[in-house]
């Protein structure tokens, strides 16, 4: 009996090792081969060109044109970016590894093997980037800040989360924009103004630089006069002699350090209300002219501390 029976528990555990085998190759299998079919799932996304197919579930793509920040937020990885965004100090330490790229480095874009492409309907070789990755461009200035981020949501597949977070972000918004108003009042004013090369600019309210936060969310009024100023394309250079008169409560800078910054040590400019009450606040220009989500979120806390920290 045990000479028998000891064969028959080594078949045994042979068989159970087998079926064991078998079970788990064919868990391996199915886990490799479903993980391949989300990979390649392709989902149908209306562009403003039309629809196009693009993957369910991206892995690789560049975004050019200033549409990283987007991307990024909503948890999707970025294999190539334009130039401003790989010089923005928001994106540094997300971005440090990742390729610099343009429109026209077709041979980088390729090496980087994208699955998706996003960018401004103004880039060049759009049909030649089409045949690398599907490619998805917007118009710039089509949709205003928010929609954008939604629009690139519906693209990237998660459309909720650019809701959710389009939703959160604008209750928060506008709760400081309450505490802010209660703090400074509800007629004060604010200007937004940037430094570039030799010019100075004045911004309406959706051009960045915060002002969709400052005007749209937060409340704040823009003086009149500097209204009137920039009505016709939402912004105009503005000499530093008559800045005074565009001046709100309240100035915001948007400030390039190459920049000839000369005028703020005129006694023109040092006599502006809002200078002398020392309520001029200043932000790095390379970074604020744009309005995705971690830009915004950065703005955001930057405006609060700004006028309630103080």
């Not at 400074?184 to 051009?207: L, M, P, R, W």
Request: proline share 4%; hydrophobic share 35%; aromatic share 10%.
């Amino acid at each position: 009996m045990r000479q028998f029976y000891l064969p028959c528990i080594f078949a045994l555990v042979l068989i159970l090792s087998a079926c064991g085998s078998n079970a788990t190759n064919s868990a391996s299998t199915a886990t490799n081969s479903a993980s391949n079919e989300a990979e390649s799932a392709t989902i149908t996304y209306q562009s403003e060109s039309g629809p196009i197919e693009v993957p369910a579930n991206p892995q690789r793509v560049i975004a050019l044109s200033g549409f990283p920040g987007d991307v990024l937020k909503l948890g999707v990885n970025v294999v190539g970016v334009d130039s401003w965004s790989k010089a923005n100090p928001t994106f540094e330490e997300q971005l440090k590894d990742v390729q610099e790229v343009s429109a026209e480095n077709l041979e980088t874009i390729i090496e980087l093997k994208p699955d998706l492409i996003i960018g401004l309907s103004s880039i060049k070789n759009i049909d030649k980037l089409n045949e690398i990755a599907p490619t998805v461009t917007y118009t710039w200035g089509k949709l205003d800040y928010l929609t954008q981020h939604l629009e690139i949501g519906k693209l990237l597949n998660k459309e909720q989360e650019a809701q959710a977070w389009i939703d959160d972000f604008k209750q928060r918004a506008q709760t400081i924009g309450e505490d802010v108003r209660a703090k400074v009042g509800e007629d004060a004013t604010i200007s937004v103004f940037e430094t570039y090369e030799k010019e100075i600019f004045a911004f309406g309210d959706h051009f960045g630089r915060g002002t969709e936060i400052l005007y749209h969310e937060m409340g704040l009024k823009m003086p009149e006069k500097l209204k009137a100023f920039i009505s016709e394309t939402g912004y105009n250079t503005i000499s530093a002699e008559v800045l005074p008169e565009y001046a709100g409560d309240f100035i915001v800078i948007s400030k390039y350090s190459t920049a000839d910054n000369s005028f703020q040590q005129t006694e023109t400019y040092k006599n502006i209300p809002a200078v002398k009450n020392n309520r001029v606040f200043e932000l790095d220009g390379r970074s604020s002219s744009y309005t995705d989500p971690i830009t915004l979120e950065m703005q955001l806390e930057f405006f609060k501390k700004s006028f309630l920290d103080n």
